[in-house]
T-cell receptor, first 112, second 109 residues
């Protein structure tokens, strides 16, 4: 039982480069989320998807786009990376009722 | 400002001491959750509190939900080095999870 799987685990980008962070869950959850984690800021919500085919902005969506490819997969794209996007990114999913958020292991992204 | 504010942000204590971490908001939540995160890992759920005034115990950890359902606390009795980690509160107003600013706890042997 893999739970939530994120790839890659580490990534270094140059300013202006683009990349897509991949996330897949095998728990048949409708809701999926992307967060970024910075020191002293906890987890901040970037985008979320309440169900397949829908996406909505969270607290810090600027500079990011998302795609809910199907019920299992929710990807996060940086079109033109900036140093301010250096962070640890977490994908999560939750069952109906928001009883618990299940997290992937994170992607540590550095933009130079 | 963030929806959920935690205090203190950092806490360093000796093994055996007691501590309390607070999670506060101006919003009312139907429930609040507490997570613990270790370095290099995602957060893992510790407990969910649902009823105003509710107290839940998990071994040496005691969680309380405020009567008005706007705040919560986590109390650890006789802290141990294994309690070291980042503690996060979370709530779901609407259909999204919001997390608190986090409390980084270090327990020194």
């Amino acid at each position: 039982n893999a739970g939530v799987t994120q790839t890659p685990k580490f990534q270094v980008l140059k300013t202006g480069q683009s990349m897509t962070l991949q996330c897949a869950q095998d728990m048949n959850h409708n809701s999926m989320y992307w967060y970024r984690q910075d020191p002293g800021m906890g987890l901040r919500l970037i985008y979320y998807s309440a169900s397949e085919g829908t996406t909505d902005k969270g607290e810090v969506p600027n500079g990011y786009n998302v795609s809910r490819l199907n019920k299992r997969e929710f990807s996060l794209r940086l079109e033109s990376a900036a140093p301010s996007q250096t962070s640890v990114y977490f994908c999560a999913s939750s069952p109906p009722g928001f009883t618990e958020a299940f997290f992937g292991q994170g992607t540590r992204l550095t933009v130079v | 400002t963030q929806l959920l504010e935690q205090s203190p942000q950092f806490l360093s204590i000796q093994e055996g001491e007691n501590l309390t971490v607070y999670c506060n908001s101006s919003s009312v939540f139907s429930s609040l959750q507490w997570y613990r995160q270790e370095p290099g890992e995602g957060p893992v759920l510790l407990v969910t509190v649902v009823t105003g005034g509710e107290v839940k115990k998990l071994k040496r950890l005691t969680f309380q939900f405020g009567d008005a359902r706007k705040d919560s606390s986590l109390h650890i009795t006789a802290a141990q080095p294994g309690d070291t980690g980042l503690y996060l509160c979370a709530g779901a107003p609407g259909n999204q999870f919001y997390f608190g600013t986090g409390t980084s706890l270090t327990v020194i042997p």
